[in-house]
């Protein structure tokens, strides 16, 4: 029901910043929570950012302080702001987006969006 499309993935220079945006849309259900998931090569998906539909934040704490995640309701959109990139960084970048349709939940994620930070 719900399709998740992000923009704004490429490459980058270490230190640089670079805006990530996904737009969701499809349902006839609001979004709950939205945010960031990532994959680096040979690790697990980690969570880099959750938005809940009030505004509130969690992040992780290798992006603390560097991130910032926002969200427009009107607009089902979803931003990452990224700021003093390392290569660390280098990731699949996901779009993740839920929604409580009953008593449970239901998760839904965008395509993947490369992110290289060169040193």
């Known amino acids: 029901q719900v399709q998740l499309v992000e923009s704004g993935g490429g490459l980058v220079q270490a230190r640089g910043p670079l805006r990530l945006s996904c737009a969701a849309s499809?349902?006839?259900?609001?979004?709950?929570?939205m945010g960031w998931y990532r994959q680096a090569p040979g690790k697990q998906r980690e969570l880099v950012a959750l938005?809940?539909?009030?505004?509130?934040?969690n992040y992780a704490d290798s992006v603390k302080g560097r991130f910032t995640l926002s969200r427009d309701n009107t607009k089902k959109m979803v931003y990452l702001q990224m700021s003093s990139l390392i290569p660390e960084d280098t990731a699949v970048y996901y779009c993740?987006?839920?929604?409580?349709?009953?008593?449970?939940?239901?998760?839904?994620w965008g395509q993947g969006t490369q992110v290289t930070v060169s040193s």
């Open positions: 938005i809940g539909s009030g505004g509130g934040t």
């Open positions: 499809g349902s006839t259900f609001s979004t709950n929570s």
């Open positions: 993740y987006a839920n929604r409580l349709p009953g008593y449970y939940q239901v998760d839904y």
